[in-house]
């Protein structure tokens, strides 16, 4: 029951550039979350955006959701080589309350130095 | 704090073993949480205990049964191993439902 899907599976970019990554989910939700998996490691949460937010920053990232489109896109300013990583977006099921979440399938990105 | 700590971090089996995955955390948190990875996926829910005394099925339950220990505690166990149970497992707990949760750094599981 794939609930987010993130969209480019991979993205490669120089460091000093910015990367966006995109994610697409199917039903409502309360609130949507952005992880980063560094190879050989367990998720690290980044950030947790609500369904009544339209837009949240958290250093060099950059969170929007789109509940009417349901999408939402990270965008990481001025990548660097320690951002490579893959990024997954994960939502409550639907009507879910007891914090299981779904997963994306993730965007993997490599900042190039 | 170590946070999620999950062990062991590599083990190979046969088919047909059996073996339980241990998982602690130190964070006082209710709700625990059984995922596995697979190559090109993201994460799938195996089993999670919203709080002490209680557990439920997730996505992909087959061919697991969980325990949920006490409140720090929370173990995966295969039963019977089967080769489409290779995979990477995670660990993750959280404080309350949708709050952001905390991962192990994973075990990873061969079966041949």
């Known amino acids: 029951s794939q609930q987010g899907e993130e969209d480019p599976q991979a993205l490669s970019i120089q460091e000093g550039e910015n990367a966006t990554m995109n994610c697409s989910y199917k039903?409502?939700?309360?609130?949507l979350q952005w992880y980063r998996q560094n190879s050989g490691r367990g998720l690290v949460h980044l950030i947790l955006i609500r369904s009544n937010e339209r837009e949240k920053h958290s250093g060099r990232l950059r969170v929007t959701l789109d509940t009417s489109k349901k999408s939402s896109s990270l965008l990481i300013t001025a990548s660097r080589a320690a951002d490579t990583a893959s990024y997954f977006c994960a939502t409550p099921p639907y009507g879910g309350s007891q914090g299981n979440l779904i997963f994306g399938k993730g965007t993997k990105l490599s900042v190039k130095p | 704090n170590a946070g999620v700590t999950q062990t062991p971090k590599f083990q190979v089996l046969k088919t047909g073993q059996s073996m339980t995955l241990q998982c602690a955390q130190d964070m006082n948190h209710n709700s625990m949480y059984w995922y596995r990875q697979d190559p090109g996926m993201g994460l799938r829910l195996i089993y999670y205990?919203?709080?002490?005394?209680?557990?439920d099925k997730g996505e992909v339950p087959n061919g697991y049964n969980v325990s949920r220990l006490n409140k720090r505690e929370f173990s995966l166990r295969l039963e019977s191993a089967a080769p489409s149970q290779t995979s990477v497992y995670f660990c993750?707990?959280?404080?309350?439902?949708?709050?952001?949760?905390?991962f192990g750094d994973g075990t990873r599981l061969s079966i041949l």
């Open positions: 039903t409502s939700i309360n609130n």
């Open positions: 993750a707990s959280t404080l309350q439902g949708n709050q952001p949760q905390h």
């Open positions: 205990s919203a709080s002490e005394g209680t557990t």
